[in-house]
């Protein structure tokens, strides 16, 4: 696969997954950075025997205690190769028991959420970090070191516990037990970066311009004549990864667009104007709304819409495919967290990419290749991949839309009439926040439609109308996410917006949940 090669080519940061919810974070952080890192679960690094260009390791966060008998390991020889080294939490704790510290179990000591720092002794780690020798950081641990490992001093300390950050004294090596890639911790990207520049030193030589060259590069030698398909959704890593293949290998790639009647409005009709007028991409489309509404007649379970609509949408899509002649590759737009996500850090294989990237099991039925060229990269790159492709905002700034599209925003059942209520009120909701200038600091906002309705009174009249939620968060990566704080102003302006031009509706409520406790979807 062309998006490979960098396995072997670059320096780069290893980070080693022992499980943390957020080792993606960290790479994000390195990437931010211009450096290329990549994340490796223990089996991946076991496997690893030229240690050459790795100029860094950072063993992250996890669930495991080294207090229990089988706890994942390390492979010592590490530390003997000069290569910088920096644990994480439970990454800290390993290294303290590697090197003879102690570590207890303690539901006294735990530290959940923000701690505060206090310098016990200067090192470069924590160069420009300290404010008066104190900085917030963000703490998730039951397990604490107790005794300090050998040949290691404490760099600092929280009232609860001793030994938050270590550094031994003549190799660099280095644990803390706070997290610094989350932005809890309030200068946590000052310490990735004091590691990976002052103290791995590694050059920067991570640049999208750079590896758009070699991604067009690298498909060329891969495709060379050969025929590719793609599903377009109109979301930006569809879109990306289809513009990219286009410059590669032009009239070879074929796209095919499915009109579900479950997008936002206009929303299938301006996606398809920008494909084929600007991109210049050979689109065929399927209009497939009739079919989409029956199947989901009558349907009101969240997971059996998902999985109709799924199935659906592979059958039409195979169906027009196998028109296209001598197709060996099927593209699709997955992207780096969807490759972490699939890989448990345990090593075993647990599929979880995403719906919406996986068009079933196609590859497999029509015994095509999968081509995914966007695979090393996090979604803010490919964003800006797609800037340096020429490509504009309408596609690039679009927020997330997932797969099942409206069908999971209509809590349950759907209907022509319920679609069309809904794709008015989330039009006036999103070109409001396009109006205020908001959309663009959300990461993802949506109306839906409650099965419920309630009474109110318009003029002088009586009305009985369904409720609209509308929803709208802040988040790097979907995993976790907070509200919007909109003002009262805009609420209001919201409210009435929908209430006085959505027959149908008569009102509006703003989900202020975070994820988790719920999710960004409501189905
Ligand atoms: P949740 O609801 O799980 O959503 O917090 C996290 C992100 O994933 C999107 N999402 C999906 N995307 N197919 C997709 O393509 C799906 O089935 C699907 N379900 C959720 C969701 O919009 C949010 O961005």
């Known amino acids: 696969m062309p998006t490979n090669s960098n396995f072997t080519r670059k320096n780069k940061i290893i980070i080693i997954d022992f499980g943390s919810q957020v080792t993606k974070l960290i790479a994000r952080r390195i990437r931010e950075l211009k450096v290329y890192c990549e994340i490796l679960n223990l089996q991946e690094f076991k496997k690893i025997r030229n240690f050459d260009k790795i100029k860094g390791i950072i063993l992250s966060g996890g669930p495991s205690t080294v207090t229990s008998k089988n706890y994942p390991k390390i492979q010592k020889e590490i530390f003997l190769k000069n290569i910088p080294v920096l644990g994480i939490c439970y990454g800290l704790q390993l290294i303290s028991k590697i090197f003879g510290g102690k570590i207890k179990k303690s539901s006294k000591k735990r530290e959940f959420g923000q701690a505060i720092l206090i310098e016990k002794e200067r090192s470069k780690l924590f160069k420009n970090f300290y404010k008066n020798k104190r900085s917030n950081v963000w703490m998730s641990h039951q397990d604490a070191v107790i005794k300090l490992p050998k040949n290691f001093i404490n760099l600092a300390s929280t009232s609860n516990s001793k030994f938050t950050a270590i550094q031994h004294i003549k190799k660099k090596i280095f644990g803390i037990q706070f997290h610094p890639e989350v932005t809890h911790t309030e200068k946590g990207y000052q310490i990735i970066k004091n590691f990976v520049l002052d103290i791995c030193r590694i050059k920067k030589n991570w640049f999208i311009n750079t590896e758009k060259n070699r991604i067009i590069k690298d498909l060329k030698n891969l495709l060379k004549k050969d025929k590719v398909i793609c599903a377009l959704s109109g979301g930006v890593d569809s879109s990306v990864a289809a513009v990219l293949i286009n410059k590669a290998i032009k009239k070879n ?255 509006v409520v703003y989900d202020i949940t975070s994820k988790p406790p719920s999710t960004i979807e409501l189905e």
Not at 266 to 288: D, G, P, Q, W
Not at 439 to 449: C, D, E, M, P, S
Not at 480 to 503: E, G, Q, W
């Open 253 to 507: 790639l074929k796209c095919i667009m499915v009109d579900t009647g479950l997008l936002r409005k206009n929303e299938f009709k301006s996606s398809l104007k920008i494909f084929k007028n600007r991109y210049k991409l050979n689109v065929k489309i399927i209009n497939a709304k009739n079919v989409f509404l029956k199947k989901l007649k009558n349907i009101k379970d969240p997971e059996r819409k998902r999985k109709i609509i799924g199935n659906q949408f592979i059958r039409l899509f195979e169906k027009e495919a196998r028109k296209f002649k001598n197709v060996k590759y099927l593209a699709q737009g997955t992207l780096y967290p969807d490759i972490i996500e699939s890989k448990s850090f345990s090593g075993s294989k647990t599929s979880k990419i995403k719906s919406h990237h996986n068009v079933g099991g196609l590859p497999k039925r029509m015994k095509l290749k999968l081509v995914e060229p966007l695979k090393e990269l996090f979604k803010d790159e490919v964003r800006n991949l797609g800037r340096s492709l020429g490509m504009g905002n309408p596609i690039l700034q679009k927020h997330p839309f997932p797969g099942p599209g409206l069908a999971i925003r209509i809590l349950g059942k759907i209907t022509k009439n319920r679609i069309k209520i809904l794709q008015e009120a989330d039009d006036i909701y999103i070109n409001t926040l396009k109006e205020k200038k908001l959309y663009n600091n959300i990461w993802q906002a949506y109306a839906a439609l409650l099965p419920l309705k309630t009474v109110g009174v318009m003029g002088d009249s009586r009305t009985f109308e369904y409720i609209c939620l509308l929803r709208a968060v802040v988040s790097e990566d979907g995993m976790t996410a907070a509200k919007y704080d909109f003002s009262n102003d805009f609420l209001s302006l919201i409210s009435n917006r929908i209430i006085n031009s959505v027959s149908g509706i008569n009102r």
